[in-house]
């Protein structure tokens, strides 16, 4: 009898140690997400939007196409129109600009994963002419006209200089 009490004890005990840890969410595949960590250059952990982070390690490399919206070629607002419709399920406007107009705009300190970043490009560095996805860390998915679908800094010297505003989706 004080076996079986032993056995079961064990048992209930390594259910609760087990299904308590944390290690293991349903639905999560263990391998994709390291995939995407290694080629988003980013650690993910379990608190973080997974879909986001999986979606997003798809495209990079993805080569730089205006008015591209494919893996064949894609611009930036392509790039966050497809990313948003994919893990979000919504439909972004087209154009940098008029997801620009679209969003509530976000200081750069308070900046959460899937909010828009936008850029200036132009020489008055009032109109917004580049978006792309904040992911975290002062790190962002991006297309590229000269490297195509690639993850950068926020605090570049290039970014710095050229950053309008953040936006979170309403």
């Known amino acids: 009898m004080r076996n079986r009490h032993c056995l079961i004890?064990?048992?209930?005990?390594?259910?609760?140690?087990?299904?308590?840890?944390g290690t293991s969410q349903r639905g999560l595949d263990y391998k994709a997400l390291a995939h995407a960590s290694k080629r988003l250059g980013m650690d993910i952990d379990y608190k973080?939007?997974?879909?986001?982070?999986?979606?997003?390690?798809?495209?990079?490399?993805?080569?730089y196409r205006a008015g591209g919206t494919t893996a064949n070629g894609?611009?930036?607002?392509?790039?966050?129109?497809?990313?948003?419709?994919?893990v979000?399920?919504?439909?972004?406007?087209?154009?940098?600009?008029?997801?620009?107009?679209?969003?509530s705009k976000v200081n750069k300190k308070k900046l959460e994963a899937g909010d828009l970043v936008f850029f200036s490009?132009?020489?008055s560095r009032k109109n917004v002419s580049h978006v792309g996805i904040?992911?975290?860390?002062?790190?962002?998915i991006h297309a590229s006209?000269?490297?195509?679908?690639?993850?950068s800094k926020l605090n570049e010297p290039y970014y710095m200089n050229n950053w309008i505003s953040g936006g979170k989706v309403n």
């Open 9 to 21: 004890w064990f048992a209930l005990a390594a259910t609760l140690l087990l299904s308590s840890c």
């Open 48 to 63: 973080d939007n997974h879909k986001l982070y999986l979606e997003a390690a798809q495209w990079i490399g993805t080569p």
């Open 145 to 151: 006209t000269s490297s195509g679908v690639i993850i």
């Open 74 to 86: 894609v611009d930036c607002s392509g790039l966050t129109t497809q990313i948003y419709r994919n």
């Open 134 to 140: 904040y992911l975290k860390k002062g790190k962002f």
């Open 88 to 103: 979000y399920r919504l439909q972004l406007p087209r154009s940098s600009r008029d997801q620009f107009k679209a969003v």
């Open 121 to 123: 490009t132009d020489r």
